[in-house]
């Protein structure tokens, strides 16, 4: 099993940046597969990003493509998501999720979820 904890969420402006974090505990972290997904009100669960243990690359949604940057600390058993250029429809709960597979883009092929945090960008 693995827990999945969000932090970071809050109100902010448009243009605005937030930081999320994701703490990790309960399995080999450096094996996981990290990612963020999003749920804007009233809509599906959508992928934003992920990166995977073996070589650390990256993969992101293209709505948020240089804008969002995911990295993980393996020391420190954490996966970030650094959230520049906020736009109003940006707006949702965001999930931290972990799985040994590759993370895909559906939901509920992903192992592992966190509780969400709120993300609210006002225009």
């Known amino acids: 099993q693995v827990q999945l904890v969000e932090s970071g969420g809050g109100l902010v402006q448009a243009g605005g940046s937030l930081r999320l974090s994701c703490a990790a505990s309960?399995?080999?972290?450096?094996?996981?597969?990290m990612g963020w997904f999003r749920q804007p009100p009233g809509k599906e669960r959508e992928f934003v990003a992920a990166?995977?243990?073996?070589?650390?690359?990256?993969s992101y949604a293209d709505s948020v493509k240089g804008r969002f940057t995911i990295s993980r600390d393996n020391a420190k058993n954490t996966v970030s998501l650094q959230m520049n250029s906020l736009k109003p429809e940006d707006t949702a709960v965001y999930y931290c999720?972990?799985?040994?597979?590759?993370?895909?883009?559906?939901?509920?092929?992903?192992?592992?979820w966190g509780q969400g945090t709120q993300v609210t960008v006002s225009s």
């Open positions: 999720t972990a799985s040994s597979g590759p993370i895909t883009t559906r939901p509920s092929a992903n192992e592992y």
């Open positions: 309960g399995r080999t972290f450096s094996l996981l597969n």
């Open positions: 990166n995977s243990w073996r070589g650390g690359s990256t």
